[in-house]
C-alpha cells in the first residue's frame, strides 16, 4: 500500500504538485460539520440517533403505517380518518387482499362520503401529469400547458428530495461484488459509487405512479415532447422551441424534433437564438457525469448498474460493457426463441382453440388461458348434468360450501355421471360429453406443458357454486381461500411443504368453464405471501385455465355474489400409480353402453334414452371418451386477464 501511494497515477498528478488530500476532503469534513448541525437543530439531538433501518424506510416507502393507522381510528370511531388511511394505504398497494375488502366495507358503511376516500400521500407531480395528459388527449392545450409545466416543476423537486435521502448511511446490499473493500479509499468509492446509483434510479421512483411497479417511461423527455406540442398549438412557438431544444438535449438525433426546430427557426428568425432550459441542460449534464463515474467503477472495481434512461449515450458505456450488454439480449433472445421452440414441439391437437394468456401475460410460470375447447351448446348440455348435481351429486347436494357458508356447493364425478345416466336420471349423451370434454381438455394441456410425456388423470369433478341471496350483505370471504394444489402453502416461512395431506402426486391443474351469467367467481393468482395478486382470469364457456400445481401457482376464487358459476375442475398427474380409477370404471360403463346398442333392441332403448331430445347421439368411441373434431369452435380473439382456477380439496 505505501509503495502504491507512490505511485503517480495514484495521485492522479506529479508528486508534489499540491495537498490534493486537503483539498478534497477538507470540503468533505466542511459539508459533513455542516450537515451535522443543521440535522441537529432541526431534529433536536445527534442524528443517529434518528436513523432508520433498511425495513422501517421500505415500510414508509409502501405506506404500511396507514394500515395501522386505519385500525386505529376505527376502533376510536372517526370514521373518515379511517377510510382515508386505508385509501391511502390501498392506493400504493392495490392488490393487498385484506385493504380491498376493508375499503368494500367502508364504502357500504353510512356515513362514509366519497370525499373521504382521499390519497393523502398523493405527489402534486402525478395529479398534475395525469390531468395535464388528460387535457391534451382532449385537444384543450391551454389547460395542458399549464398542467404539464406544473407537473414538470414539482417532478423535478421531487427528484431533489430522493437524490437528497440517498446521501444515508452504507447499505450491504448481500453481493459479493458490492462488498465494502476494507481501505480507505475502496471504502470511500464504495459508499460514493452507492450513492450515485441511488442518485439515479431517483428518476424511476418519480416516475413510477403509487401502486404500480413499472416505471413511465422517459418521464422527464416525454414532459418536454408534449409541451412543445401544446405551446405550438396556442400559438407560442417561442417557448415551443424552447422545448424542443431541451428535448434534443436527450435524444440529440431525433429526426422528427430536429425538424421541428427548423420550422421554429424559420418562424422566429435565424438570429433568434433558442437555448435549452436552464433546469433541464443541469439535469442531462448532471445526470451524464454520474452516470460516467458509475460506469468507470463499474468496468475497473466491479460491480453492475441498471441503467433507468433510454437516452443515455451509446459513447459513454465502456465497450467491456456494451458487450456484456449485447450478450444479455441475445440470452434473452435465445430464451425466448426456446420458449417458441417449445410450444413448436407441442402443437395443440385441435383447430380453433386460441391460447389467449400465457405465461409472461400471466406474470407467472406454468400458466396458460386457451378460448374455444367448447361450443356454447356442448356448455348447455354439461349444465343439464349440473342440476342432476343438485338433486343427486356425489356428496354435497347443494349444501353449504365447505369453504364459505354464503354458497351452496354441488359436485358431480364422471363415475357418478355415468351411474345416474344408467339409471335414467340423466341423459347418456350429456354424461358422454362430460367424459369427452376432460379427455380433450387432457389432451389439450398434455400438449402444452409435457409434449410426449403422458398426463393421468388424477380427479375429475364437475362443480358449481351458488351465492346464497340471503347471506352476500356485508361478506368479506372468499369462494376458496388462497393455496396450491399439491403442497401446504405456509405464508409466513414463504414455503409449500409437499407432504400429505396435500396431494402431493398432482402435477397440473386445470379448469374448464362453462358459464359467465354470474357476478364474482373470477380465479386469480398470488404470490407465495397469499396478499399480492399476479394475475386473474375471468370465466366463459369453453375457456380452459390451466397450470402447474406448485407452490409455484398459489391461486384462490373470489366470491360468487350473485348466480350459480359452473366449471369441470380438473387433476392430472405423471405418475400412473395415482391414475383416477373411478374414471376407468366410468370408460368400462360407457362401453358396456356401446356394446348393448349395437344389439338388435338397441334401438328401442336409445328411443327410450333419448325421448324428448331431437338431435342423434353422437357414436360412442372404442377404449374411452375421446372429444369430437366437430364439437368445438374457434377461440375468440379477445384477450383476457391471467386466469385460473384451481381445484385442489373441493372435499
Known amino acids: 500500500r505505501a509503495a502504491c501511494r507512490r505511485e503517480a497515477a495514484f495521485l492522479g498528478e506529479p508528486p508534489g504538485a499540491g495537498p490534493w488530500e486537503a483539498a478534497l476532503f477538507g470540503r468533505v469534513l466542511q459539508r459533513a460539520d455542516c450537515l451535522q448541525h443543521c440535522l441537529g437543530r432541526q431534529l433536536g439531538a445527534a442524528p443517529s ?117 440517498c446521501e444515508g448511511p452504507w447499505e450491504d446490499e448481500d453481493d459479493e461484488e458490492e462488498e465494502m473493500q476494507p481501505g480507505l479509499y475502496e471504502a470511500i468509492a464504495a459508499h460514493y459509487i452507492q450513492v450515485l446509483k441511488c442518485r439515479q434510479q431517483c428518476v424511476l421512483e418519480i416516475a413510477t405512479k403509487p401502486g404500480r411497479i413499472s416505471a413511465t417511461e422517459d418521464f422527464i423527455p416525454s414532459h418536454l415532447d408534449l409541451l412543445q406540442f401544446a405551446y405550438d398549438q396556442v400559438g407560442n412557438q417561442a417557448v415551443a422551441a424552447e422545448c424542443a431544444a431541451s428535448y434534443l438535449l436527450f435524444y440529440p438525433t431525433d429526426e422528427p424534433m430536429l425538424e421541428k426546430m427548423k420550422q421554429y427557426r424559420t418562424v422566429l428568425g435565424e438570429d433568434t437564438a433558442v437555448t435549452a432550459r436552464e433546469s433541464i441542460q443541469h439535469y442531462v449534464q448532471r445526470s451524464l457525469m454520474e452516470k460516467k463515474l458509475i460506469y468507470y467503477a463499474v468496468e475497473h472495481l466491479g460491480g453492475t448498474f441498471n441503467d433507468p434512461d433510454l437516452w443515455t449515450p451509446d459513447e459513454l458505456i465502456p465497450e467491456n460493457l456494451k458487450e456484456k450488454h449485447r450478450e444479455d439480449q441475445e440470452k434473452q433472445k435465445q430464451e425466448t426463441l426456446d420458449v417458441e421452440g417449445r410450444k413448436k414441439r407441442g402443437p395443440l391437437p385441435f383447430e380453433g382453440i386460441a391460447v389467449t394468456m400465457d405465461s409472461r401475460q400471466m406474470n407467472g410460470t406454468q400458466r396458460v388461458v386457451f378460448d374455444g375447447v367448447l361450443m356454447e351448446s356442448e356448455c348447455k348440455d354439461l349444465l343439464q348434468l349440473t342440476k342432476a348435481a343438485g338433486e343427486a351429486g356425489d356428496g354435497y347436494r347443494a349444501r353449504r360450501s365447505p369453504h364459505t357458508p354464503h354458497e351452496r356447493f354441488e359436485g358431480l ?239
Open 49 to 165: 440517533a434518528h436513523r432508520a433501518s433498511h425495513a422501517i424506510r421500505r415500510d414508509f416507502e409502501q405506506r404500511e403505517p396507514y394500515n395501522y393507522l386505519q385500525v386505529a381510528f376505527f376502533q376510536l370511531k372517526k370514521l373518515d380518518q379511517a377510510v382515508s388511511a386505508a385509501h391511502t394505504f390501498f392506493v400504493a398497494n392495490p392488490q393487498h387482499l385484506q385493504m380491498r375488502e376493508d375499503i368494500e366495507k367502508y364504502r357500504r358503511m353510512s356515513g362514509v362520503k366519497s370525499d373521504n376516500f382521499r390519497d393523502l400521500e398523493a405527489t402534486p407531480h402525478w395529479e398534475a401529469y395525469e390531468t395535464g395528459v388528460q387535457h391534451y388527449n382532449a385537444d384543450e392545450y391551454l389547460q395542458a400547458v399549464a398542467r404539464l409545466e406544473e407537473s414538470l416543476t414539482e417532478a423535478l423537486s421531487a427528484l431533489e428530495e430522493c437524490r437528497a435521502l
Open 413 to 651: 364425478t364422471v363415475l357418478k355421471a355415468v351411474q345416474l345416466a344408467q339409471n335414467g336420471d340423466v341423459d347418456w349423451r350429456d354424461a358422454k360429453l362430460l367424459l369427452q370434454a376432460s379427455e380433450k381438455s387432457r389432451k389439450i394441456i398434455e400438449s402444452y406443458f409435457t409434449p410426449g410425456k403422458k398426463l393421468h388423470f388424477s380427479f375429475t369433478h364437475l362443480v358449481c357454486r351458488t351465492a346464497v341471496d340471503e347471506e352476500q350483505e356485508g361478506r368479506m370471504d372468499l369462494s376458496h381461500p388462497v393455496h396450491a394444489d399439491n403442497c401446504l402453502l405456509d405464508p409466513e416461512g414463504q414455503e409449500c411443504w409437499r407432504e400429505p395431506p396435500a396431494y402431493v402426486y398432482r402435477d397440473y391443474s386445470g379448469i374448464l368453464y362453462l358459464n359467465d351469467d354470474f357476478q364474482g367467481g373470477g380465479l386469480f393468482f398470488t404470490e407465495m405471501d397469499t396478499v399480492t395478486v399476479t394475475a386473474e382470469v375471468h370465466p366463459k364457456c369453453g375457456r380452459l385455465v390451466a397450470f402447474s400445481s406448485g407452490k409455484e401457482n398459489p391461486h384462490g376464487v373470489w366470491a360468487v355474489s350473485r348466480g350459480r358459476r359452473c366449471a369441470i375442475a380438473l387433476w392430472y398427474t405423471h405418475s400412473q400409480e395415482h391414475a383416477e380409477q373411478e374414471r376407468v370404471k366410468a370408460e368400462e360403463l360407457m362401453e358396456q353402453r356401446a356394446v348393448e346398442q349395437d344389439r338388435p333392441d338397441g334401438e328401442e332403448h336409445q328411443e327410450a334414452d333419448h325421448r324428448g331430445r331431437s338431435s342423434s347421439e353422437l357414436p360412442i368411441p372404442s377404449g374411452g371418451a375421446r372429444p369430437t373434431s366437430r364439437r368445438h369452435k374457434p377461440g375468440s380473439d379477445r384477450t383476457q386477464h391471467p386466469k385460473e382456477l384451481r381445484a385442489r380439496d373441493e372435499f
